[in-house]
């Protein structure tokens, strides 16, 4: 049987099946991918310029954006340094050479079934009185479509940045860090009357898996009062969208950067039945716990969640994603492609030019403007850098988000499925992690407890990943999946016995016995070799005694 992440399964209109999403067979398919974050919303903290200026929509009051911080305020310095000529034309090259063809083949072939797009609405409805839409934004758009069927990649809509604004930070390029869009009723018929004509052109198209209806939504609490305004957008949007479209799922987030679940008490889409809450989950905790708020309107309503944005520490997404996955949660990671060594690096990299940082210091320090041919020739070389083909891959990336041979799981990462573990320790552990399951789980040597009080000393842990040990007793077991297995794969257990023990391996029909002798320190042990296939899982038990596990490699 396939996986549901498998992007084979690319293929009819995705749709909510209760808390699934399946595609045009019936199928499951649980969505995979990253989103393409400064494609056509390009933001400052991806491009070098810190995070300070995000905080200016949080403060009361009017705070205008920063020099820099977005497509809006970038095509103003690009005119400044460059000229006007130049910057008309430029952010079609952008669009071009920031999400090409190699992008999309690269998803592809890393296993990845879905990318998240990010519009923001000039590039596809002109600011000027009247609705006149760009064909060359819905021409590029095109193009990129046609480069996910081709390759079999779901494109998922994502409005993220609409008329006037909808969030109220500098994300959603607007105006000023004002959410207009919920505050005039121009910007509001405009955001309808894009998703209208999204409708109308895209309602056959099956490669484009869904609509992310709008970006973070009220994200900071100085605009929580609007929150009936969200939902009647929704209602709203939904109606207009179901008169030309109704084949595509709808994604809908809430507010306080789409976490904030207060306006999911009722069924968006009765028409269609074709919907699901999109949240924003950056840093949980790699267990179920952080997943219960969404489980239970998932449930309540059922309809599906998906995790549109996100990311986690290595080796921690390959454990919470697998933990998604079970609760039928698929996850759309931030970024795929940024600066490098910014405070969110993507999965693939870009170095600035040689000489750019005096552009920075123009926009952020009021520096000395560099001549019209040198910004010219600092931004041609920014467009060159920004193409795949001149980028750096983050292949340790693709490991974790698949959990892919190469990758190595901390013995705690163990699979959430109920049959994948054994268990009856009920005293839970010092980080409280995964008490539900009642393994047996006990701190490193060395590692102080969290919240522990001392003066002077080391800080506590806070990652329980790297600081426990998982402590199987005789009978008990647990297991674990890699993904992706291209050749033979070596699997290396790093454990030791208090008191004299024995370890038995299954997996990919093999079986072997381990004996573990007494020691307090951790050593490692060959277990089996895994043969290629799309996915294995190995089962480790104790048999006899009591052995305490660090990790697994899948080498």
């Known amino acids: 049987m396939r996986n549901p992440f498998d992007n084979s399964r690319v293929n009819g209109f995705l749709r909510a099946d209760g808390r699934r999403i399946v595609n045009g067979d019936g199928e499951e398919l649980i969505p995979r991918g990253w989103g393409a974050g400064n494609w056509t919303n390009p933001e400052g903290f991806m491009l070098g310029i810190g995070t300070a200026y995000m905080q200016d929509g949080m403060k009361p009051g009017l705070a205008l954006p920063g020099r820099f911080t977005s497509a809006r305020t970038m095509t103003q310095v690009i005119r400044e340094l460059c ?4 910057a008309s034309g430029f952010w079609q090259k952008w669009w071009v050479n920031h999400l090409g063809e190699a992008d999309i083949r690269a998803m ?3 296993g990845y079934n879905s990318v998240r797009l990010p519009l923001t609405a000039w590039v596809l409805l002109e600011e000027e009185p009247g609705i006149h839409f760009r064909e060359d934004g ?15 990649v779901y494109a998922i809509l994502d409005m993220h940045g609409t008329p006037g604004g909808q969030s109220g930070l500098a994300c959603d390029d607007g105006l000023d860090n004002i959410p207009h869009m919920f505050l005039e009723a121009e910007s509001r018929e405009r955001a309808l009357l894009l998703w209208e004509e999204l409708a109308k052109r895209y309602a056959d198209r099956w490669i484009v898996g869904g609509y992310d209806l709008l970006n973070e939504p009220i994200a900071v609490d100085r605009w929580h009062y609007l929150k009936p305004e969200l939902a009647r957008f929704y209602e709203d949007v939904i109606r207009r969208i179901r008169k030309y479209d109704k084949n595509h799922l709808l994604f809908l987030e809430g507010a306080m ?3 904030n679940l207060d306006i999911f008490d009722h069924n968006y889409d009765p028409e269609c039945n074709n919907w699901g809450i999109s949240t924003h989950l950056y840093a949980p905790s790699p ?10 309107v998932s449930c309540r309503l059922n309809v599906p969640v998906w995790i549109g944005e996100g990311r986690l520490d290595y080796p921690g997404m390959a454990v919470f994603y697998e933990i998604a996955a079970e609760q039928h949660m698929g996850f759309s990671l931030w970024v795929w492609k940024s600066v490098v060594n910014t405070e969110d690096s993507g999965c693939v990299t870009y170095e600035l030019p040689e000489g750019f940082e005096a552009v920075l210091k123009y926009c952020m320090e009021g520096g000395p403007r560099p001549s019209y041919e040198e910004s010219i020739r600092l931004f041609d070389a920014m467009l060159e850098a920004i193409r795949y083909e001149n980028c750096a891959v983050n292949e340790k990336a693709h490991l974790y988000c698949g959990r892919r041979q190469g990758i190595t799981l901390p013995a705690a990462g163990y699979d959430p499925q109920r049959e994948s573990f054994s268990g009856s320790w009920y005293l839970g552990n010092p980080f409280g992690y995964r008490t539900e399951d009642h393994t047996h789980l006990v701190m490193k040597d060395g590692v102080h407890v969290p919240n522990a009080f001392s003066i002077g000393g080391p800080p506590p842990a806070k990652d329980p990943l790297a600081s426990l040990l998982l402590q199987l007793d005789e009978g008990e077991f647990v297991s674990y999946t890699v993904r992706m297995v291209k050749t033979d794969c070596r699997v290396v257990l790093t454990a030791r016995a208090l008191a004299e023990a024995e370890l038995e391996i299954l997996g990919d029909g093999l079986e ?3 004996a573990v002798p007494a020691g307090t320190e951790l050593a490692d042990y060959e277990a089996v070799v895994l043969s290629p296939c799309d996915a294995r899982t190995v089962r480790v038990k104790a048999v006899k005694g009591s052995v305490q596990l660090e990790k697994i490699l899948f080498g």
């Open 83 to 86: 000229g006007s000529e130049y």
């Open 108 to 110: 592809a072939e890393q």
């Open 138 to 152: 819905f021409a590029m758009l095109d193009q990129v479509l046609a480069w996910c069927e081709k390759y079999r």
């Open 257 to 259: 950067f789409a976490t």
């Open 287 to 296: 267990e179920i716990r952080d997943l219960y708020r969404y489980m239970e």
């Open 512 to 514: 072997k016995r381990i």
